[in-house]
């Protein structure tokens, strides 16, 4: 992979801290942004645990993407930071330390938007070394034949993404979304939020997963009617009041920001997957029924080509 775009590498101007729960310990958690020096990249600190280890935040170093990505290397582990690592990838910053108070990044509303406007407040500030950007010069292609999951990356002048989504829901329909220039992303992506079935949501809470989920922090969509006696007993889970069971849509207390906010939403997702190639890329991406699995697949098959 050659460098042929001349750009500066970029860190934050000044640190900044967010606080929130987290969406599956449901801990409260802190959780801080560092400038950090030219060639650092994005590492993440564990300030709750003994001697404060860092881990660095690179695919290789994902352990699980069930729900989520999550980073785990030497005992250290980390997860749900798609979302931070998306805002910082859009805003181009290189390098950057981040210390956190517990297992996960907080869920804040379950977007990137908080993130991005923490990071306009504080500013990015230029630094001395050039960019390593991972340029894409032949086709790159990962598919999962058994999800219908597929990425494909091709040669281009900047950084595009296309995304594709299709489920087998009454509601939620095929989408697409796609950002065709990163300066967009704060005003066309960041706010789109996570979303979640409601029928994913009692295994979910079985494997003692999003106990800090709440319709706060997701979006919630009842496709498939069941009894109003198991509907309360999710609403009971959630902590959220009873609804009636036969109204099959959207449960939000916030309305969608797009009509197609779920795929703007995955849209993100391989964003902030994609941060963990650990370079800006210049290429374009485009993705089918895209999820954390086979984004983490596809960001460790760019840095394995980096590396050869």
């Not at 087998?168 to 220039?181: G, P, V």
Request: proline share 5%; charged share 25%.
């Amino acid at each position: 992979m050659v460098n042929s775009i001349m750009s500066k590498q970029k860190t934050i101007n000044h640190r900044f801290s967010l606080q929130g729960k987290g969406l599956h310990t449901g801990l409260n958690l802190n959780i801080s942004f560092n400038p950090a020096p030219e060639n650092h990249g994005y590492k993440i600190q564990r300030i709750d645990m003994p001697g404060q280890p860092i881990i660095d935040a690179v695919a290789e170093n994902v352990a699980d993407t069930t729900r989520g990505t999550v980073l785990e290397r030497d005992g250290i582990k980390v997860s749900t930071i798609e979302h931070a690592m998306a805002a910082l990838f859009a805003f181009g910053i290189d390098n950057c330390l981040i210390q956190v108070d517990g297992p996960e990044f907080p869920i804040l509303d379950g977007s990137s938007q908080p993130y991005c406007d923490a990071i306009r407040r504080v500013g990015v500030k230029e630094q001395d070394a050039e960019k390593d950007y991972y340029v894409v010069e032949s086709k790159i292609e990962v598919r999962d034949e058994n999800t219908g999951s597929s990425i494909v990356a091709y040669p281009d002048d900047g950084f595009i993404v296309d995304a594709l989504i299709a489920y087998e829901s009454k509601i939620l329909f095929n989408q697409f979304a796609t950002l065709d220039n990163l300066d967009m992303f704060a005003t066309e992506v960041a706010a789109a939020r996570t979303f979640v079935f409601v029928r994913e949501i009692e295994p979910l809470l079985a494997a003692g997963l999003i106990k800090g989920g709440d319709l706060d922090n997701a979006i919630v969509i009842y496709e498939r009617q069941m009894s109003q006696e198991k509907y309360d007993m999710l609403a009971d889970a959630m902590r959220v009041p009873h609804a009636d069971a036969t109204q099959l849509g959207y449960i939000n207390h916030k309305p969608l920001v797009w009509d197609n906010e779920p795929a703007r939403h995955k849209l993100l997702d391989i964003i902030g997957d994609l941060a963990l190639v650990g370079r800006p890329i210049r290429g374009r991406i485009i993705a089918t029924r895209p999820g954390h699995t086979i984004n983490n697949k596809f960001a460790r098959t760019m840095r394995q080509k980096y590396d050869n």
